[in-house]
Nanobody, 121 residues
Framework: QVQLVESGGGLVQPGGSLRLSCAAF????????MGWYRQAPGKERDLVAA???????NYTDSVKGRFTISRDNAKNTLYLQMNSLKPEDTAVYYC???????????????WGQGTQVTVSS
């Protein structure tokens, strides 16, 4: 199994910044793609940003120029630097990893428990 532990959420004023982290633990064989998703109350969970194993990066249009996704493969950790935060960024942010384990070598998606980000004055 692969466990994903997110941290770094909190309450911030509009225009402020937060940095989310997602650390992967367990019997990891390989982590392929990783990404951040968010879910606001009453809405579906949507992709925010993804970083592929080959290095490609995708952002949803609403965060381009404000958010930066990165990963430290040596530490099996994913980051999301969020700047110029807006109230509409308020949501629970989830980390997802596309990974295989040393037990089964089967590739599948794993999700973290989520971290709340609230942007409000």
């Amino acid at each position: 199994q692969v466990q994903l532990v997110e941290s770094g959420g909190g309450l911030v004023q509009p225009g402020g910044s937060l940095r989310l982290s997602c650390a992967a633990f367990g019997s990891i064989f390989h982590i392929f793609n990783m990404g951040w998703y968010r879910q606001a109350p009453g809405k579906e969970r949507d992709l925010v940003a993804a970083i592929l194993s080959g290095g490609g990066i995708n952002y949803t249009d609403s965060v381009k120029g404000r958010f930066t996704i990165s990963r430290d493969n040596a530490k099996n950790t994913l980051y999301l630097q969020m700047n110029s935060l807006k109230p509409e960024d308020t949501a629970v942010y989830y980390c997802k990893a596309d990974a295989s384990t040393l037990v089964t070598y089967v590739r599948r998606d794993y999700w973290g428990q989520g971290t709340q980000v609230t942007v409000s004055s």
